[in-house]
């Protein structure tokens, strides 16, 4: 991963079980799997389906999780605000938005430019790239999804 700090991760499925483990000792996934449990418990208590995520800070080591993957951080090292766009970001909705704006953009430029376009007429030439950017706009303004971090 490209994330400042990082030393592993461990990925758990809903039942708390490991997926995936990297880099991580054994001590490190029965923590984070008590926790699952301990705020998944405490959030039902509060009235919520279940916890969306935590962070624990130590001096030398932090441990983020959300979505089912806990990221282990050295702290000083860590730049918070990049770890937390790798949580909160939908990847593939704003990669697919780029690509739709990039499409809308040569849309744009074949309407204005070229001849390519020339059987519509003038004005419905123009309304394929214009719905591709809206869409484009939309799916890159939706990318960020409703786990929005709050710690």
Same mark, same amino acid.
């Given at each position: ?23 991580? #000792?054994?001590?490190?996934? #029965? ?47 860590? #730049? ?27 849309? %744009? ?17 123009? %309304? ?20 929005? %971090?709050?710690?």
């Amino acid at each position: 991963m490209k994330i400042k700090g990082y030393l592993g991760h461990i990925k758990v499925n809903d039942k708390g079980e490991v997926i995936e483990k990297v880099s991580v #000792d054994e001590k490190l996934a #029965d923590i984070l799997k008590y926790n699952i449990e301990k705020g998944n418990q405490e959030a039902k208590e509060l009235g919520f389906s279940k916890m969306n995520g935590f962070a624990m800070m130590g001096s030398k080591k932090s441990l983020a999780f959300m979505k089912g993957e806990a990221i282990l951080v050295e702290t000083s090292k860590a #730049d918070w605000q990049e770890l937390f766009v790798h949580y909160v970001y939908l990847k593939g909705w704003l990669a697919l938005g780029i690509v739709l704006l990039i499409l809308s953009i040569a849309l %744009y430029y074949m309407a204005l430019a070229t001849a390519y376009l020339d059987y519509f007429a003038p004005l419905p030439r123009l %309304y394929v790239p214009t719905l591709i950017l809206i869409i484009s706009l939309i799916m890159i303004l939706s990318s960020k999804t409703r786990f929005a %971090y709050r710690l």
